[in-house]
């Protein structure tokens, strides 16, 4: 029986169709999930894809985050389900409260797409296993409001237990706290990222494929489970 | 029918990043003297009621839990007359406090 | 607030003598007469409204029709074409089921007033095209054009033309895969904004917009009508009102691309289900267009009940609301049995919809507000028979002159020294160093379709996962080779979009195009319009790649003094597998560099005259477009048989700024030899056309040069990638570290 | 020292597509009976110079040029003193006025 990875689409989700196909490459089963529906569909797993749900007006995620589906995601995570979050999906998450922190206008000012190099600093997630702790990757980074913030408190937290999973090389790309790209919580099956490793995931249009190793990831943990 | 002010700060220890950017321009564009800007958001609600309390504490409640971010902003709201005038507004600490109070505890509703 | 009587027909039969602000609308008297003799009465208020915007250049293209009529008259035989011009985009068939429709659009002017929003709206107007189509709307391109990159208003329009674009496009999900940046001082005060976008979609689902079926629901969706762009209309409504109306109506238009996503995915979904029968976007002209051309192109007539549009502001007229541009909004005919299924697809995406009227027996357009009659016409005069003009046009008296100001006379860099720094200054200027501040700014990930984007020759996308069927697309303008030859221009134009497509490895197949001009009232710039309409369509049949659809935009000038004329050309080509596709950059040391085509000494139009002498005269280069479809032809078969590793098309800059540019992408230097006994200016600063360089593997030089011999095209080996450093032999070298810097800083120390 | 506050609203008869999203929002969040909502920005400066007229001035020109956009937004800035009561602020018709003022016409700065 294959695994079963939900992506939900929210109202101006774009990278729903993305996350699926990089589920299905990875060799899981891709599920729509619809925010209207509190139903993850027996999902294994849930993504909450980039975009702009709600047009990211007020804030991003804080409109979402009040969503069906949402009630549902929030209450299976806290009882371990592997939940990822990727750009508008952090967002989502930090909204929620499943993450610490918040993300803010980029310092620049402008939304920026680029390829950016990271460093892994936690292989023991739920989505980096198939990652080395240090191992440095490069996926497209695309975002508006992508500077991660949190109290001096919370950060100093954050980096003494390593829930730091992802940070920023060659240069910060947004003003994020410490270089922080992406964090997880305390138990290591909630993490959130800004840059996009489902636009990396093919030769043909990603810059490499290092992003496929986050969705193997947690096939692997969900297999051996 | 009322309306109500709902101004929403970002918290004096976080970055402010749009503030900053306009401080920086002030200069270059020939305004000197400016010596700190912060940018929040400002909201202006019509809201079904009188301007009392209950509609105060209301769209506190709102303010709370989605127009700020306790994690990153503070928020005020403000009361108005017909004419404009404000007739009531959070308490400045209770409303901060308020906001800080959802950070990192509030879960799902 | 008391109001006048409402001007309904009966009312203006009444009282065939009030009089009415046409000339305000921008009517002439004898369209005024016209009017009335249509009707057989003055018209009423909303007609009036009607019939002036719909009449007007920007939705009748009065002035260019007659000009624009040769692109359909010499339009190539192709087998490509599924839907030809004068839909609101053509179809063109790229194999496999699969069927492509694009469209380039401007919105020059919203964007010199209000940069963001006018860019914003204007991507947002682009796409909506393409949508009712019925296709999915896959990719952007955007070709721009400011004025001086030093002068102080290029710092208020560029960031924000440049940050709508991306803003809209980025929120609607749509990668933005290519376009131009050209800076030119006759652009200040009147920047050119144009949008391009490709949709797919499978053959079975074309939609053509018309409105048959008696008793068919019409029912309006998207955004709340406001009062945007109706500056014309208010001067009805204050006739019809009493001051005191809050008359104030906005003079731009705010887009909100949450609200086109919403639109994208709800029209789509109700296309797939089968649901609609036809379709409009609201653009210019809003309702006015929407209900007389969806009702001249049906077979029936429609009533419109006006009061039930769902309006943001509850003060607007009748007329207000048949004039409003408000933006995100559609118009769609449905089956009275599919109705409710269509307004339930409308509440699954948040979409407001109303049901505003029916498809009618008869042959009248007929609006009604509040029960009374205020609009019965025939929907033809209104969309289809507006006026036509010859507009009289005349040879400039100083194009003689400023064709005889030859460059040939211009000083020249000889030795290695003046050489180097005559590159360093060409390749930085801020028309030919790197965009990437501006196209950082665009997502070109999204939807995980892209095979190449910026910067390279043409954006690829891929449109089917499985046999990687893919297509390409470029847009290219010279204004400066259109000034000194508008005929000439609009086919380098061509010529130029033509050879990037293929540079890529794809066929080139279908053209769209976008023709900024001056005011079509001065007869100099209508023959510049007249000559470079004719050169487009000359070099269309020639090259075999006909025009689908694009757009027109007069009048853009400052006081006396007009842009130079601007003929924008989108060039779509296929890829029957985009794997096979063909990137700019070196990425491998050995790879053999050969150049392709011949190179003359022309300078006329060049970059290299504009940035080291300030200087415009002259010829501009010859077109060949034989040789055009040659080097095309071996482009692709170098690409499909796998005999180029990377291809790079010269064009303004010439070889040098080819070069530079694909050592800087594939982060590798090249040794450059030059031939023996040519001239290293005329050979590095030419543009002469038809040329592109390519890296040779050296397992495939045999192959690959036998292939040009046998088919005649000069290929010239001219050196090998290697090393750090570009550095052509015996004159000078540029390590890329300093080219680096040097092409990147140029716009963020403007800009940044 | 003063404390300036600029207050930028979007135009009454220009789309406000984020205050309709927070609208559309409030219901679904269990929040009935909000007519309407209306979203800008806040901007709090800190001054060189006293609270007076000039100073009034001054930020009301960065206003016009910079923190809001005359084709738009409309806006208001209010002058504070140390307590935060507003001393000064612009005429609300003038501000409105002075928005419009640049619509369409304003070129190079
Ligand atoms: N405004 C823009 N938007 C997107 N891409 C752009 C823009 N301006 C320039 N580009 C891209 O930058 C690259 C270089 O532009 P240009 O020198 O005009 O190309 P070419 O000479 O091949 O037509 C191309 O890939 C082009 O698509
Ligand atoms: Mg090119």
Request: charged letters at 25%.
């Amino acid at each position: 029986m294959t695994t079963r990875i939900g992506v939900v689409t929210f109202p101006g989700s774009l990278d729903d169709a993305d996350a699926r196909r990089a589920v299905s490459l990875a060799g899981g089963e891709a599920v729509p999930l619809w925010h209207r529906d509190k139903s993850l569909r027996q999902a294994d797993a849930v993504v909450l894809p980039g975009g702009f749900s709600y047009g990211d007006y007020l804030r991003c995620g804080a409109i979402a985050r009040f969503s069906p589906v949402m009630s549902s995601v929030l209450e299976h995570a806290r009882e371990g389900m592997p939940v990822l979050g990727i750009c508008n999906g952090f967002q989502v998450l930090c909204e929620s409260h499943l993450l610490p922190g918040a993300l803010i206008r980029n310092d620049h000012l402008r939304f920026v797409c680029r390829d950016q190099r990271l460093r892994v600093e936690n292989a023991a997630t739920d989505w980096t296993a198939d990652f080395r702790t240090g191992q440095e990757i490069t996926v497209p980074l695309k975002n508006n409001d992508g500077g991660y913030v949190a109290d001096e408190r919370t950060l100093d937290e954050l980096e003494e237990t390593g829930r730091v999973v992802f940070r920023y090389l060659d240069g910060n790309p947004n003003g994020s706290r410490r270089d922080i790209a992406g964090v997880t919580n305390e138990a290591g099956n909630v993490v959130g990222l800004m840059p996009h490793p489902e636009h990396a995931v093919e030769e043909l249009t990603g810059p490499t494929t290092d992003g496929l190793s986050l969705f193997t990831s947690v096939l692997k943990k969900l297999v051996t489970a | 029918m009322t309306r109500v002010v709902v101004e929403v700060m970002p918290k004096p220890e976080i970055l402010d990043p749009q503030g900053q950017a306009v401080q920086r321009a002030l200069p270059r564009l020939g305004y000197q003297g400016v010596l700190d800007v912060r940018q929040g958001k400002r909201f202006e609600l019509e809201v079904d009621g009188p301007p009392n309390r209950e509609t105060l504490s209301r769209v506190e409640e709102m303010a709370e839990t989605f127009l700020a971010n306790g994690v990153i902003e503070n928020f005020t709201v403000r009361v108005l007359d017909a004419a404009g005038a404000e007739v009531l507004s959070t308490d400045p600490v209770a409303g901060a406090a308020a906001g800080a109070g959802n950070s990192g505890t509030e879960g799902a509703r | 607030m008391t109001r006048t009587p409402l001007d309904t027909v009966a009312h203006a039969e009444r009282t065939p003598e009030d009089g009415q602000p046409w000339a305000e609308l921008g009517l002439k008297e004898d369209e005024y007469a016209r009017i009335r003799e249509i009707l057989g009465r003055r018209p009423t208020g909303a007609e009036l409204a009607m019939y002036s915007v719909m009449w007007s250049e920007h939705c009748s293209y009065k002035s260019s029709k007659v000009h624009l009529r040769q692109f359909g008259e010499k339009a190539p035989e192709s087998e490509a074409l599924l839907v030809g011009i004068g839909e609101q985009a053509g179809v063109v068939d790229v194999g496999q089921g699969y069927a492509v429709t694009f469209k380039i659009e401007s919105h020059n002017h919203p964007s010199y007033v209000e940069p963001y929003q006018g860019a914003a709206t204007g991507v947002g107007g682009i796409v909506r095209d393409i949508v009712a189509m019925g296709a999915r709307p896959v990719a952007v391109l955007d070709a721009l054009r400011f004025g001086a990159a030093e002068h102080p208003d290029t710092r208020r329009v560029l960031p924000g033309v440049v940050a709508g674009i991306g803003g809209y496009g980025n929120c609607l999900g749509l990668p933005n895969i290519g376009g131009e940046t050209v800076f030119d001082p006759c652009y200040q005060g009147n920047p050119l904004v144009n949008a391009l976008c490709v949709g797919v979609m499978r053959h079975e689902d074309i939609h053509l917009a018309k409105a048959a079926g008696a008793g068919n629901k019409v029912i309006l969706y998207g955004a709340r009508t406001g009062g945007d762009g109706i500056g014309g209309a208010s001067i009805l409504a204050s006739e019809s009102f009493d001051s005191d109306k809050p008359s104030k109506r906005p003079s731009v238009q705010v887009g909100d691309p949450f609200q086109e996503k919403l639109l994208i995915e709800c029209t789509l979904e109700a296309f797939a289900e089968g649901l609609v029968s036809g379709i409009q976007d609201l653009g210019a002209a809003g309702l006015s267009c929407a209900t007389s051309e969806l009702a001249s192109n049906g077979s029936g007539g429609m009533r419109v009940e006006l009061d039930t549009v769902p309006l943001r502001d509850s003060s607007l007229s009748p007329e207000e609301i048949l004039m409003s541009e408000s933006q995100e909004r559609m118009c769609a005919v449905v089956e009275p049995a599919k109705a409710e299924r269509f307004l339930a697809v409308c509440e699954k995406w948040d979409v407001t919809a109303t049901v505003i009227g029916e498809v009618t027996d008869g042959d009248r357009l007929e609006i009604y507000w509040h029960g009374e009659r205020i609009v019965d016409v025939d929907p033809r005069t209104v969309a289809h028979e507006g006026p036509v003009y010859e507009r009289p046009y005349a040879r400039p008296t100083w194009q003689d002159a400023l064709r005889a100001d030859s460059p040939e006379t211009l000083p020249r860099p000889r030795t290695g020294d003046e050489l180097r720094a005559a590159a360093l200054e060409l390749v930085s200027a801020p028309n030919q160093a790197s965009t990437s501040w501006i196209t950082d700014q665009y997502d070109r990930y999204v939807l995980g379709n892209t095979v190449l984007a910026q910067p390279e020759d043409g954006g690829v996308i891929r449109v089917d996962e499985r046999s990687g069927l893919g297509v390409a697309l470029a847009t290219d303008g010279n204004g400066r080779y259109a000034k000194l030859d508008p005929y000439e221009g609009a086919r380098l134009a061509l010529a130029e979009s033509y050879r990037n497509v293929a540079a890529t490895g794809a066929r080139p197949l279908a053209v769209t195009d976008c023709l900024n001009f001056g005011s079509p009232e001065d007869p100099a710039a209508m023959w510049q319009f007249a000559e470079a309409c004719r050169g487009l369509a000359d070099a269309c049949r020639e090259l075999g790649t006909p025009v689908t659809g694009g757009n027109v935009s007069l009048y853009n000038q400052t006081g006396e003094t007009a842009i130079h004329p601007t003929p924008v050309v989108g060039v779509l080509g296929v890829l029957d597998d985009v794997s096979r596709r063909t990137p700019i950059g070196f990425t491998e040391p050995g790879q053999l560099v050969y150049l392709l085509g011949e190179t003359r000494a022309e300078f006329g139009g060049s970059a290299w005259s504009q940035v080291a002498h300030g200087h415009l005269g002259g010829t501009p280069p010859a077109v060949d477009l034989e040789r055009e479809r040659l080097l095309a032809e071996i482009l692709i078969a170098g690409s499909r048989d796998g005999m180029v590793d990377a291809a790079h098309d010269l064009s303004e800059g010439g070889l040098l700024q080819t070069l530079v540019e694909s050592c800087l992408r594939g982060g590798n230097g090249a040794r450059i030899v030059l031939p023996d006994g040519a001239d290293p200016f005329t050979l590095l600063f030419s543009e002469s056309q038809g040329r592109a360089v390519v890296a040779v593997p050296r397992s495939e030089e045999v192959r690959f040069t036998e292939m040009c011999a046998a088919r005649g095209l000069p290929a010239a080996r001219i050196g090998v990638v290697d090393g750090q450093e570009l550095d052509f032999q015996g004159q000078f070298s540029l390590p890329l570290d300093e080219l680096r810097s040097a092409v990147e800083g140029t716009l963020p120390a403007l800009f940044g």
